[in-house]
């Protein structure tokens, strides 16, 4: 059995299991099963608390110092860039404007992690005049001090500062730079051994759920998904085939006939790693995208283009906030979308990544790391369909690029 089935039958049977406990209030067996539940989770969330840090960080280390390819290909550098950050943009206030559209999350008053938001800094005290030397004085500091208090952002910002000077020295720094790959490979299996007990967590976070909590979370969750996904699938069909026939000048129906493979591929698998060998394939033979284009564009979008993690985080913050009735100000939606642009960079290519970085989107305006918790039951069917705009995303931006450069080649010759 698959990790995906796993997940489903856990679910399945924590729900079952959580109506079980409301059957019998007020009873021993009730209050050992909760306590028992309570372990499993606080186990399930701390390993993933654990491994945050050091997977950002060496991520993004990674993720930087491999873009001194760049320097080979400056134009399509330049474009890829642009068509990075403009995709990603886009998703993000498409997912932030959707989730303000819907009022995700409004209505319900839920108390399961009251006691988690006492101990966090409350969002409130946070404004627009103050937030320059906030983010100063909270991000520019020793970086042992950062990840001992684990401090997201200053790790973030030291982690792209090592990046770029790994990626200034050059093959001086190759050893140090194979050293934080081995490292980042490292964190990879950790968070491959921790997402086998996904199940046993994500089994005892709804059954707790069911319990302590009125029901009707249950339906704003629902609601969650179908806003996130329709709103991915908006972008996926909608946006990025647009960008696609003004900047690509490409049929979208001629590009989806010739992604079809890597895209089928990205939903059963829910890894934008795992697809990139067929999106590769797919762009050079079906799309005509140049191989030194494509073998540039797609593998660093992998690692940094991923639209629909970006849309999902920042959506998924404001229902979060929704749901403990906190009111979000501008700039810390702001600083939401920032993260989430982050966190997409920083995100592996592995199914429910999204998940570890989620806590990086959500502490970054104050909101507990347990509230995930929330969104474990509808992480990896939500999953399937934002691997599939990553992977799209990849391979329209490696048309635009390739489109673009080769016309630059022929106006130089």
Not at 14 to 40: D, R
Not at 251 to 276: E, H, K, N, Y
Request: charged share 10%.
């Amino acid at each position: 059995m698959n990790l995906n089935t796993q997940i489903l039958f856990a679910a399945i049977l924590g729900v079952v299991f959580g109506f079980l406990l409301n059957a019998f209030p007020e009873t021993a067996f009730v209050e050992h099963s909760l306590y028992g539940l309570g372990i499993l989770s606080s186990i399930f969330i701390g390993l993933l608390k654990m491994l945050l840090i050091p997977l950002i960080f060496s991520s993004i280390v990674v993720g930087v110092s491999n873009l001194q390819a760049g320097g080979q290909f400056g134009r399509v550098w330049k474009i890829t860039a642009l068509c990075s950050i403009t995709t990603t943009t886009l998703a993000l206030i498409l997912g932030i404007g959707c989730a303000h559209l819907f009022d995700v999350g409004k209505g319900v008053d839920i108390q399961l992690f009251q006691a988690d938001m006492q101990s966090h800094q409350s969002p409130d005290t946070l404004t627009p005049s103050s937030f320059l030397s906030n983010f100063v004085q909270n991000t520019l500091i020793n970086p042992f001090k950062a990840f001992s208090e684990g401090n997201v952002l200053a790790v973030v910002v030291f982690a792209l500062f090592l990046g770029v000077a790994l990626v200034q020295g050059g093959e001086r720094f190759a050893l140090v730079r194979n050293s934080f790959q081995q490292f980042f490979e490292i964190m990879m299996m950790l968070v491959g051994w921790v997402m086998k007990l996904a199940p046993i967590g994500i089994f005892a976070l709804l059954a707790k759920l069911i319990v302590t909590e009125d029901l009707s979370v249950l339906s704003r969750l629902a609601e969650f998904a179908a806003v996130v996904t329709g709103t991915t699938i908006f972008h996926g069909l909608v946006v990025l085939p647009l960008l696609l026939w003004v900047f690509g000048r490409m049929d979208p129906i001629t590009f989806f006939r010739g992604a079809r493979t890597a895209l089928v591929t990205a939903f059963a698998t829910s890894s934008s790693s795992a697809t990139m060998p067929l999106s590769l394939k797919c762009a050079q033979e079906n799309l005509g995208v140049r191989p030194q284009t494509a073998g540039f564009v797609i593998p660093l979008g992998t690692q940094l283009n991923m639209d629909g993690t970006a849309l999902y985080e920042a959506a998924a913050a404001l229902f979060i906030a929704n749901l403990m009735g906190l009111d979000l100000s501008i700039t810390q939606q702001i600083i939401v979308c920032l993260v989430a642009i982050i966190a997409s960079l920083g995100a592996p290519g592995i199914p429910s990544a999204g998940m570890v970085t989620m806590i990086m989107v959500l502490q970054s305006v104050g909101l507990p790391a347990e509230a995930i918790a929330i969104l474990l039951p509808i992480d990896r069917l939500l999953d399937t369909v934002r691997t599939v705009v990553n992977v799209q995303g990849d391979m329209m931006i490696s048309v635009v690029v390739d489109r673009h450069a080769s016309e630059s080649t022929t106006d130089q010759g």
